[in-house]
């Protein structure tokens, strides 16, 4: 069911840059969005298609070129209200002089604070949730510019989470994450969507992330077109492949990832099951080889005492090998 | 939160460091006047030496006086345009105010010498003259009111920063024409000026002087949580509600009127509202303003009275001019302080 006002909505929304007086449209075209309390909703897209601009827009960073977005049904926000309904992690590097861990995430609570910034207790419960949720505990001393990106960007998640509002917008928090981190960060936004109910709106170029963990998809085209849905939906219809497809580029759409080299003609027939089966697939379509369900080049995948062994058969000659590598070296 | 205690004594440890350089400052001059006549010129008037009373109420007094103010001033307005421009090389001239400041004297002293203002010099005395004074004051509220005007119209504090800078090498230009087609005496005397003096403002002029002050650090401390906001950028400062726009007019304003009054008073003292905010965030290792302000007031102070205390040269009669020795004494103590910070960031 979806609630009456939501927290956040946008009608006829344009946006884009003033240049002296040059208007420069990002995005002309974009349907009525909406945010809704709870929901992740990831925003993709390839590079330069205005995912930046579209957040900094709907954060109100920058103005909006047309069109108008309603914050709990009220589309005129002073800077200092505003603030209190949307918390923002961005792209920019800080690097304050001097400013620990603690003091920074502290500075979140700056539009709920007094004329001098003094917290008091509110804000310091704000705070140390702010710091537990994230798990930076351990780094609360330190200096900001002591930190490695992915701890600097759980500081700034921190930072955001003390501010304390319905909305929290992210841009690329996964950009210089390792793997692991990376995916800790989506579940835990997650969680937070799942367990604070705020809205979480976030822009990546982890694809099979977002499609693993958002409820929602805005994905945003080259010329600003930007289609919204469950990821599923998204994939099924192709909407999906039709943002990213380059000639070079096609969407798997039964592994859900995109691959880098396109099918070619020398035929294998593959057989057998479980991961070995899968990643010879992969090797053998890297190496220019399509499965097909006869030919004269025969390869089975089979264990023997739980290791994967490779059996080939083509024009009566047999091989065996133990290793991806060396099958590749015998049929290319 | 064993930062605290630590606070505490440097704090102490500064507020006295600040009473020795004042008595000190108080006590050194072409004639060298112990501590102890100094207190009782204070505590016991009627048992004191009548020549060092009027020495100290009257000359040295007024001269420690306006060393604190200065002291203050510069060095806040040092701290809070390293903040807006997110650069530790800005200074409080560097919105050109300054130059401004120095263009109006110039323009008094310069220009074709007329009688009247040859005059006007001639009675009311060099330095402290209402008439050097007035003009530095036109020069830098009119050079103050045109950086306003263009902030209001400037998306970013970056180009905030080249247009200051613009604007004070318009302002120097300016003054090199006129010194150009001057006489040398009149340049010597417009030299002078530009080499900074605290000893000229007494009186009427030293309590106008501090209720500007006043004024400009109470506009200060009261934007101090914008410049903690500022010091994520500007993105993240209007995320925070911080309008940007209207910082920078407060901001501008405050330095403005700590820069340009302090100028006007005391010529263009350089060095202390570049250093004296490195060594504070050096000493309190923080980046808060409500703390650093504070501490920037106490280090400016303690610096300038100590160097206006080195500027009488023990033991001679000679003074030097206070800008030559806040830079002598000032450049190697930052250089100190960044090589200590080094080493401590590389382990």
Known sequence: ?332 | MTERPFRKVRLTGLLLLLLLAFLLDLSTGTVSISLKEILRVFLSPSTANPTWQFIVQGIRLPKACTAVLAGCGLSVGGLQMQTLFRNPLADPSILGVTAGASLGVAAVMLAGGSMATLFAIKELGMSGSWLIIGAACVGAGSTMLLVLILSRRLRDNVMMLIVGIMIGSITLALISIWQYFSNPEQVKDYLLWTFGSLGGVTGGQLSILAVVVVIGLTVAMMSSKMLDALLLGENYARSMGLSPRKARTVIICSTSILAGSITAFCGPIGFIGIAVPQIARFLFNTASHRILIPACCLIGTTLLLLCDAFAQLPGSQAVLPINIITSIIGSPLVIALLLRQTTVHTW
């Open chain 1, 1 to 332: 069911m979806v609630a009456a006002t939501p927290l956040l909505s946008t009608r006829n929304l344009q946006t884009g840059y003033h240049t002296g007086k040059r208007k420069i449209v990002v995005a002309g075209m974009l349907p009525d969005l909406r945010l809704e309390p709870g929901q992740l909703i990831c925003l993709l897209g390839p590079n330069g298609s205005g995912k930046s601009t579209l957040l900094r827009t709907l954060s109100g960073l920058q103005p909006a070129l047309g069109g108008e977005i309603h914050i709990e049904g009220v589309d005129r926000w002073s800077p200092a209200a505003l603030a209190r309904k949307i918390s923002l992690v961005l792209t920019d590097r800080v690097s304050g002089n001097n400013l620990t861990v603690d003091s920074l995430v502290a500075l979140g609570r700056y539009p709920w604070s007094g004329w001098l910034g003094r917290l008091n207790s509110a804000d310091l419960s704000n705070i140390d949730w702010a710091i537990r949720a994230t798990g930076i505990g351990p780094l609360r001393d330190r200096k900001i510019h002591t930190l490695s990106d992915g701890q600097s960007q759980k500081v700034m998640l921190a930072r955001a989470l003390a501010q304390n509002t319905p909305i929290l917008m992210l841009d690329e928090p996964t950009a210089h994450l390792d793997l692991p981190s990376r995916i800790r960060l989506m579940r835990l936004l997650h969680k937070l969507a799942r367990e604070t109910r705020k809205a979480i709106l976030l822009s990546t170029h982890e694809l099979d992330l977002a499609l693993q963990i958002a409820d929602e998809v805005w994905l945003l085209h080259t010329g600003g077109q930007l289609h919204s849905g469950a990821p599923e939906d998204l994939v099924l219809n192709g909407t999906f492949e039709a943002a990213f497809a380059e000639e070079d580029v096609t969407f798997d759409i039964e592994a859900g990832n995109f691959l880098i080299y396109t099918p070619q003609e020398k035929p294998v027939m593959l057989a057998g099951e479980g991961p070995a089966f899968f990643w010879t697939r992969r090797a053998l379509r890297r190496a220019g080889f399509e499965p097909v369900g006869k030919a004269i080049l025969n390869i089975r995948v089979e264990q023997r005492q739980g290791h994967p062994i490779w059996l080939v058969e083509r024009s009566g000659e047999t091989g065996e090998y133990d290793s991806i590598r060396k099958l590749l070296q015998v049929i290319s």
